[in-house]
């Protein structure tokens, strides 16, 4: 299995600025952690890389679709992913990478083997780094590198 490298973002907020567009060029797959808030950002997401998304506090499931929920499961580069825009709304005895959003703050915590990343918000965020992705790289169901990236203004 080749390295697989996951970016991960949240708080779009109807936005995909030039620096988040390019930053996410040759992105694996895309996670999304809620409060998208357009359709076509969606479509544009989904043409760059398959796209793992959970619904935020702005979105609303018809915009993207039925199968979009609160809560998004998936297995990626052979591990356990879990998605949820709340932090306090994440179960994380069942996944490896748990990653939410909604505070526009990028954070990474590791719990025993569980990774915990909030990747901030390119479009509008709270904090000293400016706008930010998370990206985390996977190797043969090994995460090598979970990292806060940021973004040129």
Same mark, same amino acid.
């Given at each position: 299995? %080749?390295?697989?490298?996951?970016? #991960?973002?949240?708080?779009?907020?109807?936005?995909?600025?030039?620096?988040? !567009?390019?930053?996410?060029? *040759?992105? =694996?797959?895309?996670? /999304?952690?809620? =409060? $998208?808030?357009?359709?076509? +950002?969606?479509?544009?997401?989904?043409? @760059? %890389?398959?796209?793992?998304?959970?619904?935020?506090?702005? +979105?609303?499931?018809?915009?993207?679709?039925?199968? #979009?929920?609160?809560?998004?499961?998936?297995?990626?580069?052979?591990? !356990?992913?879990?998605?949820?825009?709340?932090?306090?709304?994440?179960?994380?005895?069942?996944? =490896?990478? %748990?990653?939410?959003? /909604?505070?526009?703050?990028?954070? @990474?915590?590791?719990?025993?083997? @569980? $990774?915990?990343?909030? &990747?901030?918000? &390119?479009?509008?965020?709270?904090?000293?780094?400016?706008?930010?992705?998370?990206?985390? $790289? $996977?190797?043969? *169901?090994?995460? !090598?590198? %979970?990292?806060?990236?940021?973004?040129?203004?």
């Amino acid at each position: 299995m %080749a390295k697989l490298r996951f970016d #991960i973002v949240s708080d779009t907020h109807g936005y995909l600025s030039p620096a988040l !567009l390019s930053a996410l060029d *040759g992105a =694996d797959a895309i996670v /999304h952690a809620g =409060d $998208i808030c357009s359709p076509s +950002d969606y479509r544009t997401l989904e043409d @760059i %890389a398959p796209l793992h998304l959970c619904l935020g506090n702005n +979105d609303w499931a018809y915009d993207y679709g039925h199968q #979009i929920k609160k809560t998004c499961l998936f297995y990626g580069g052979g591990v !356990l992913w879990e998605v949820n825009h709340y932090r306090e709304r994440l179960k994380l005895a069942e996944c =490896d990478i %748990a990653v939410c959003g /909604h505070t526009h703050r990028p954070s @990474i915590d590791n719990f025993g083997r @569980i $990774i915990v990343m909030n &990747p901030g918000s &390119p479009t509008f965020p709270r904090g000293m780094l400016g706008p930010t992705i998370g990206r985390v $790289i $996977i190797e043969d *169901g090994t995460i !090598l590198s %979970a990292e806060i990236v940021q973004l040129k203004n």
